[in-house]
């Protein structure tokens, strides 16, 4: 649905010369959620604004449905635009505007007539449970009203896309919960596929099916949550279940993480037991990711090379998946 072909993006010249955008290449699949993450600096305002085309990459090529965004341009990029919705951190409302008539100014944009401008609008008010503020101003509304106001405004015109930039940075955490989950449901729905960017990984652990660690405008590593989580050194599994520096030991250390398996299985016991290993907890972190109870458990395992290696094989034909880190 979105496919992003090594993209490059430099600002500035010569010394001074930025290169937002290094060789990025992703591909998300119709109504999937596709999280890109990173720290401020890293690219992802940039991957955004290239994908709406907004800005012009370098090199390479960026297609959203069956269209080649970087081959448009006048008449044709404004219809391919249509089919973009977006949100944003600051909601970017119109405070002169009703709710209503923000949501209508997308429609009018696509030259809407009045009436089904009136009636779009408040169906779609309805679907993010706004039906009831139409004729409220911005400044009448919470920041999580806002930003629904906004979703709705972004899905006024019916579009098979939407991008979010950062959109529940300015909220709090359980209003945070609550976009999320109607973004999840709305692209649920409506068959949209979402791609957003945020620096908060709790956006990736609620909603996100794939997703993108983005650094120093490169992609890092890509691919499926739960794939990310069961890869050796997964920067997405660190930035999900951080356990801390590892200490100074002389024993193996090992991080299981534990998906769609029951978290409360005994494995210290039964290693215990069964492989006479007296084990260390050095750090645990259990997180619902999609609805899912995941964990990752750092162990401490002393004994010997052959004792270990055992007791590492029959924790892998537990179906847990079992990292060497030491
Ligand atoms: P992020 O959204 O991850 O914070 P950005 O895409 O905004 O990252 O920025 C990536 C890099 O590109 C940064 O070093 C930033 O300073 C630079 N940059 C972004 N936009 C511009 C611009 N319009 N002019 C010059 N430099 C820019």
Redesign the pocket.
């Known amino acids: 649905m979105i496919s992003v072909s090594r993209v490059v993006k430099s600002?500035?010249s010569g010394a001074s010369q930025?290169?937002?955008?290094d060789d990025v290449s992703l591909s998300v699949a119709p109504g999937e959620i596709y999280g890109v993450v990173?720290?401020?600096?890293?690219?992802?305002?940039?991957?955004?604004?290239t994908i709406n085309s907004l800005e012009t990459p370098d090199s390479g090529s960026v297609s959203v449905g069956s269209r080649e965004m970087t081959k448009l341009g006048g008449r044709e990029l404004r219809e391919a635009r249509h089919d973009i919705g977006m949100i944003f951190q600051h909601f970017n409302l119109l405070t002169g505007r009703t709710v209503r008539s923000n949501v209508e100014l997308s429609l009018e944009i696509t030259g809407t007539g009045r009436s089904r401008r009136r009636s779009r609008a408040m169906e779609i008010l309805e679907l993010v449970g706004l039906q009831g503020k139409a004729d409220a101003y911005p400044a009448q509304l919470s920041g999580g009203q806002k930003q629904r106001v906004g979703i709705a405004r972004a899905l006024a015109s019916s579009p098979s896309v939407l991008l979010s930039d950062e959109a529940t940075s300015a909220l709090d955490p359980e209003t945070t919960r609550q976009i999320l989950d109607l973004i999840r449901q709305l692209s649920k729905d409506l068959g949209l596929t979402v791609l957003l960017?945020t620096?908060e990984m709790d956006v990736v652990k609620r909603i996100c099916d794939s997703a993108a660690v983005?650094s120093q405008?490169r992609i890092l590593e890509q691919g499926r949550v739960e794939e990310l989580l069961t890869t050796d050194r997964s920067l997405l599994g660190q930035a999900l279940f951080p356990l801390g520096d590892l200490p100074e030991t002389s024993s193996s250390v090992v991080e299981i993480t534990f998906t769609g398996v029951p978290t409360d299985r005994p494995v210290i016991a039964h290693l215990a037991r069964e492989h006479g290993i007296d084990v260390g907890i050095l750090g645990a972190a259990v997180e619902t990711i999609h609805g899912r109870q995941t964990g990752r458990t750092r162990l401490e395992l002393p004994g010997d090379r052959g004792t270990v290696a055992g007791a590492i094989a029959d924790l892998r034909s537990q179906g847990l998946y079992v990292e060497v880190i030491k």
């Open positions: 600002y500035g930025v290169r937002a955008l990173g720290q401020s600096g890293a690219g992802k305002s940039t991957l955004i604004r960017i620096h983005m405008g």
